[in-house]
């Protein structure tokens, strides 16, 4: 049984105050979204708590890290490497905060790209990131609230169309995952 006091304060020294805010916004929305969707409520509380877990490692650690613990840097994580924070917190979940879990380490680990066949827990997660209360205001934010509470999959075709279309217009680095992602939703929504 993990000792929710000892994970927050570990997390509360090793994120900044304004992160560790957007945090607990993350959680409170899991928990939410998680009783709405009927998914395992703790999982997505432990997933939401740690998403970020390794979001304010200094840049030059997270590459250092990321070699020691096998982590692919691929050429799109090279170009950016913030976008590592995700794959790279979902090991220090594992080895600084014990989660053994797979279902909450893939929530972590995905919560930035997203990828094909995303499980709810990780939809849940994606999500939550995006709208917790703490987000400030962007174009198509109320929507995408709107969705996460009536239709998971439908509110992440919202939510990574906004993305890419983001990521496009401001020239950022967009990883294949996040495209595969949104195809995948697409491709199986026909099927519902
Ligand atoms: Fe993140
Ligand atoms: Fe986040």
């Known amino acids: 049984?993990?000792?929710?006091?000892?994970?927050?304060?570990?997390?509360?020294?090793?994120?900044?105050?304004?992160?560790?805010?957007?945090?607990?916004?993350?959680?409170?929305?899991?928990?939410?979204?998680?009783?709405?969707?009927?998914?395992?409520?703790?999982?997505?509380?432990?997933?939401?708590?740690?998403?970020?877990?390794?979001?304010?490692?200094?840049?030059?650690m997270k590459i250092r890290f990321c070699k020691e613990f096998h982590i692919p840097l691929d050429k799109w994580i090279e170009k950016n490497i913030e976008l590592c924070h995700s794959f790279l917190g979902a090991e220090i979940a594992k080895r600084e905060y014990g989660i053994i879990d797979e279902e909450i380490l893939n929530a972590i680990r995905y919560h930035t790209t997203g990828r094909k066949n995303m499980t709810d827990l990780e939809k849940l997660i994606y999500l939550a990131d995006y709208i917790e209360p703490?987000?400030?205001?962007?174009?198509?934010?109320?929507?995408?609230?709107?969705?996460?509470?009536?239709?998971?999959?439908?509110?992440?075709?919202?939510?990574l169309t906004n993305t890419i279309e983001y990521v496009k217009k401001n020239k950022g680095i967009l990883h294949p995952l996040t495209l595969e992602a949104l195809e995948d939703l697409k491709s199986k929504k026909g099927d519902q």
């Open 134 to 159: 703490n987000r400030n205001y962007f174009q198509g934010l109320e929507s995408i609230r709107e969705y996460a509470r009536k239709d998971l999959n439908q509110a992440m075709i919202f939510a």
């Open 1 to 60: 049984m993990i000792d929710y006091d000892e994970m927050k304060q570990k997390l509360q020294s090793s994120l900044s105050p304004k992160r560790f805010l957007h945090t607990l916004g993350v959680v409170e929305t899991a928990e939410e979204l998680a009783k709405i969707h009927g998914v395992d409520k703790e999982k997505a509380i432990i997933s939401a708590y740690l998403h970020d877990c390794a979001k304010d490692i200094p840049e030059k």
